[in-house]
């Protein structure tokens, strides 16, 4: 039988005390350990894209990287943390969802949802386990919680990656959004080093008549952008004469930060990391549809 990916948790964590593992590494470990037979290792998504185990030690990986259990090292792989080892020091008999839910970290991954749509529930992020929830309401909270767990993953990848490949995702995504037409030569400034306080330009119509000024800060998610590189930023534009203005970065701003964008008074479009990865699904940056699921319901005229 497939174990479910909570049940994995442990058994994930466990092995991540071998030192760095990839993840494909892990998951034939797992099958192992589990004796799963060549038709459940086999056994596919309804989407038939992907394998149900792969699928679940990946959610049972996410969900032990959101708690700060483990990290990603480097591309593909990961390791138990210090707060890893003493989880498994106190020897839980399972770790799971409520396990995770003591870390701060997982809490406000949980957390981290869309806003509510007209006419949703205030409750409905607990739509999964409360039996009074519409079937309407769990399918919207399922996808919330896909984009979150997504969306967190997203920013973890681009803040480990190497400076320019930030810069080249910010390309495909400005282009991907309808920036400088078709071609990348349009963002042919973004990726070579500041200019002036100017990280890139790219054209916002196929003559570059119109450009829009970037500035990119690949950061820790500690560390806030703050109000001196807002003015900084500023006075870069004011310096090239440019009207608008694009503040991209992996973290957050602080409060200070948004209001000096504000009283400035310039156009200063500022893009955190959370809206960021939001944007990446929007457009499919580093992501890409695995399945479409259609809903459908009576249509009453036909038996009107």
């Given at each position: ?15 991540a ?9 892990a ?36 969900y ?42 997982f ?13 949703q ?6 739509a ?10 769990i399918?919207?909270t ?10 967190a ?8 990656a ?19 037409g ?30 829009l ?5 690949r950061?820790?998610?500690?560390n ?8 900084d ?10 009207q ?21 008074g ?6 955190d ?7 990446m699904?929007?457009?499919?940056i ?13 249509d ?5």
């Open positions: 039988m497939i174990p479910d990916y909570q049940t994995l948790m442990l058994p994930l964590l466990q092995i005390q071998e030192g760095e593992l990839s993840t494909r590494d998951i034939e470990k797992l099958a192992t350990t589990y004796e799963l037979t060549d038709e459940e290792r086999e056994n596919l998504l309804p989407s038939g894209k992907q394998r149900t185990f792969d699928n679940r030690v990946n959610w049972a990986k996410s032990l990287k959101q708690a700060g259990l483990i990290r990603y090292p480097s591309r593909g792989a990961f390791v138990i943390t210090d707060a890893g080892r003493r989880v498994l020091a106190g020897n839980p008999a399972r770790i799971d969802a409520a396990f995770l839910r003591q870390f701060p970290s809490l406000e991954f949980q957390n981290r949802r869309t806003s509510p749509t007209a006419g529930s205030a409750t409905a992020s607990t999964i386990e409360d039996e009074s929830a519409t079937p309407d309401e399918i919207r399922t996808y919330e919680r896909l984009n979150a767990a997504l969306a993953d997203l920013l973890d990848r681009v803040r480990d190497t400076p320019q490949f930030f810069e080249e995702l910010l390309i495909e995504l400005l282009l991907a959004m309808g920036y400088g078709s071609s990348e030569d349009a963002a042919r400034a973004i990726g070579q080093s500041g200019d002036g306080g100017v990280d890139g330009v790219i054209d916002q119509d196929p003559l570059g008549i119109d450009q000024y970037v500035q990119a800060k950061y820790a998610e500690a806030a952008v703050g109000p001196g590189q807002i003015r930023f500023f006075g870069a534009l004011n310096i090239k004469k440019a608008k203005g694009l503040f991209v970065t992996t973290s957050t701003f602080t409060a200070s930060a948004v209001q000096t964008a504000k009283d400035l310039m156009r200063i479009v500022l893009i990391g959370q809206q960021l990865a939001k944007l699904i929007r457009y499919n580093g992501c890409r549809d695995e399945d479409v699921l259609h809903i459908k319901k009576v009453e005229e036909f038996f009107g």
